[in-house]
C-alpha cells in the first residue's frame, strides 16, 4: 500500500462503528492503515519504509518518561480507589501532552492481543507531573487528586505494559522487538512478569498495595528492572496535589502549575487567577493560536450543533449565536468531554473549563491544530434552541488558493485571510456549522466511514469525475472531507464512488481529521448519493505481435489474506488487464505475512496467486524473485515485501543467469545485440544506502519473438515522514523526498549503462515510485525524458492518475521506456481500484503494449 495512506487510525477522529481492520502494512496509507501517527495527511503514498530502533528504546528520554504505574487501584487491601499512570518532565521546557496517548497491554499478551487507550491533553510543565487515572474497582478507601487526563483502563495489579505513545492510534507490537522498532513509542515499562519490557527485564513488586516508581530524578536507562522499585503508590497531578485529597477528575478548574504562581491548583503558593468570561469568538482568536491557549475561562455561552459520542474524542460542538463582526475569528468550539456528552443538538450551554490547541497526531506531525475546551463543567440553560445558520461552502465562497506561504516555516501565528486562502477559511471555521450543497465525490468511501467530495466542480476534474492533482503548487482547494455523527443503526453511511453526486444538503460543525490530517464535515445531516455510473476499465485486445507488460501494486499480499482478495487479483490480472505477458507486482509479503520471526520465503504467497489466476482462466504463469534480508525492505515489520515478476512461458521466455542474490549488484556486460545482465534476476545496487529500508529494484531479462527485453521492477521508497498539503508549515516539507531522488539516480545510472552499451535496448521500467510524474525523483529516473519516456505524460491531461488519496487524483505509479521503443507501445492505466469504494488494491494496475 502506499498511504501511511495507509494504517492505524487515531480512535480520536474515527468513524461511530465500523472497526478498522489491523494495520497492514507498508503503511504508508497514511488511507487505509490508520496508524496515524504516520506524518498528517500527505498528498501521496505513505509506505512505511521500515522502522528503525527509536530512540526510547536506543536512548533514555530527556524529558516526558513513565514515572509511576499503580494497577491495584480499586483492589482487595488497595488505598486508592482507582488505578493510575503517573508522567514525569525530566527535562526543564514543557510538553505538549496533546499529542501523546496512555497505552496498556497485558502481561502476557498473544498475536490477537489489542493496546487500549487513553489519549492525553494539556501540558506537562518542566519538571513537574501528570496524573492519568484509570479504571476504577469497589476497593480501596481514597480517592486519586483531581487528575490531568482520565480513561477507564483496567490495569493489572501484578503485570503488564504501559507505554507512552506519540498520538492516540492502538499500538500494534506484542513483542519487546517490535515496540522498540515502532517509532511512535516514546517511553515504555513493563512490570510484574511482562514479557514487552525495556532491558533485562520488567520492572518487579506491583501489587495490589505497591505500585512501581522512578526515583525523583526520573532516571531513564532505558531498563525498566532497574529504573522501577516498588513501594506505596504516591499519585502527583501536575498542580503539585498528591494522593488523597480528593477532587473532581472532570477537569473544572482544579489542575496547573506544580510550583504555583500563576497556575492553576498549585501547592507550593502562589495566587490563582479566576477563569476569564470570554466568547467563543475571543477563545479562538484571529490566527490559528488561540489567545487563551492553557487558560482557565469561564461563562462560554452558545448552542450545541453536534454530538460525538463514539470514540475516544468524545464531546461536543458549540456556537455563539451572536457573532462579532470579525471574519477571522471562529464562533464555534469543540468541547473535549472524553466521555458521552449528556447535550444534544440545541441545547444553549454556558461552559467553564481549561482553553487547549488540540494537535491531532501530535505537533511534531506537522498538522493543523484545533482550539478546543478541555476538563468541562457543562450548564444547560435551556433546550429546543435554533442551531445557528450554516455557513454555505461552495465555489464562490471558498477560495482558489490554498494556503499561503511562509517560505517553508509555520503559518500558524499569521492572522488569517479566509477571503484569499481555503486553508485559512477552514481555520477561521473551525468548530462552526457549515453545508454544502449537491458535491461531486472525488474521494470513494473508505473503510473508515468517510469520503471526499469537491466544493469546486470546475476545478481539475479527470475523465472519470475526480480532482486531478498537478503540481506541488495546485492541491485543489476545494476537496472537502465528509464524516458523519449519526449512528449508524439510524442511517448507514452511504458508500459512494469518485463521480458520484452527494446529492441534497450535507450540514454539520467542521472539524479537523487527525488521521487525515484535513478539516472535515461531520455531517449532522447527510446528502444522499446519486451514481455517477463509473465501471471498472477493461484494457484493449493487444495484437499477436505486441508483448504485453504490465504492473501491479498488490497491497502486502500474504497467503494468510482471505481467498477472496486472491481471486479478486486474479479477475483483474485476466478479464480487465488480458493476462499480460509479464506482470512485475509490488508488495508481495513473505509466506507468513506480518509475523515477524525470520521467514522471508515467498514461494507460497505466489503459489497461491498463480493458482488463483489459472481457476480464472487465465495462464499458468512462473515467476521470478529474490527474497529480501530479513526486515531490510522496509514495509510492514515482518512482511518482507518484495517485487516479484509473472511471466506467461507460452508467450515470453525468462533468460535465467545465475548469481543474482539479496546482496550481490546485478551488472551490464557486453555490447550491442549481445548486451545483457550479469544476473536474472539481479538487484540493483542492494548495498547502497538510498536502499536502506526500501525495497531494492529488481532487474530481469526476457525474450520475445527472439527480441530481448530488459524489465525492470520497483517500489521505491515512501513518503513517510514528509509533512501533508495542510500542514502549519507552508510550502510542507517532503524530507523523504532525498532519498527517492538517490534512488532515482542511480537506477537512470543502471538504465544508461544497459543504453549505452546497446542504444537499441528495449528497456522496460515501471512500478510503484511512490512519487509523481513532475517530482525530482521522477524526472531524475527519466532525465527529463532523455534516458526515459514516462508514458503517463502521453495520455491526455484528465486521465493521468493511478492512485486517489484524500479526494485527489494522482499518479504514484509509472511505465517508463527507453528511447527505442516510446513510439512502439499503447499504454493504458486500467482503473479497477482507486476510484471505487469495494477495492482489491489502493493503487490501480498499468499496462503496456509493444512490438520489440
Known sequence: MSHSSGADRPARSAAPEPTPPSPAADPARTSKRRRRVLPIGIAGAL???????????????ADAVIAEVYGGGGN???????????IGNAGGASVDMGGYSVQYLPGAPTASSKWQVTPLAGTLAGGGRYLVGEGFGTGGTTPLPATDAAGAIALSGTSGTVALVQGSDPLTCVTAADCAADSRVKDLVGYGTATVHEGSGAAAGASNTASVARNAALTDTDDNAADFTAGAPTPQNSGGAAGGTGGATDGGTGDGGATGGTGDGGSTGGTTPPPATAAIHDIQGDTRISPYEGKQVAGVTGIVTGVRAYGSSQGFWFQDPHPDADPRTSEGIFVYTSSTPTVAVGDSVSVAGTVSDYYPGGKDAGGQSVTEITKPKVTTVSTGNPVPAPVVL????????????????????LPLRPDEYALDLYASLDGMNVSIGSSRVVGATDPYSELWVTVKPKQNPTKRGGTLYTGYDAPNSGRLMVQSLIPTATAPFPTANVGDTLSGTTTGPLDYNQFAGTYALQARTLGTVRSGGITPEVTDKAKPDQATIATYNVENLAPGNPQSKFDALAKGLVTNLRSPDVVALEEIQDNNGATDDGTVAADQTLTKLVAAITAAGGPHYQWREIDPVNDKDGGEPGGNIRQAFLFNPDRVGFVDIPGGGSTTAVGVTGKGSATSLTASPGRIAPDDPAWNDSRKPLAGEFTFRGKKLFVIANHFDSKGGDQGIDSVDQPPVRSSEVQRVRQAIIEHDFVQQIETADPKADVVVLGDLNDYQFSPAVTSLTDNGKTLTDLVNTLPVAERYSYVYEGNSQVLDHILVSPDLDRKVDYDVVHINAEFANQTSDHDPQVIRLRP
Open 76 to 86: 482487595s487491601g488497595a488505598q486508592y480507589t482507582e488505578d493510575f499512570v503517573e
Open 47 to 61: 509506505t512505511i519504509a521500515g522502522i528503525g530502533v527509536h530512540a526510547a528504546f536506543a536512548a533514555p528520554s
Open 394 to 413: 461552495d465555489d464562490r465562497t471558498v477560495p482558489d488558493a490554498f494556503a499561503p506561504s511562509a517560505g517553508g516555516g509555520s503559518i500558524e501565528n
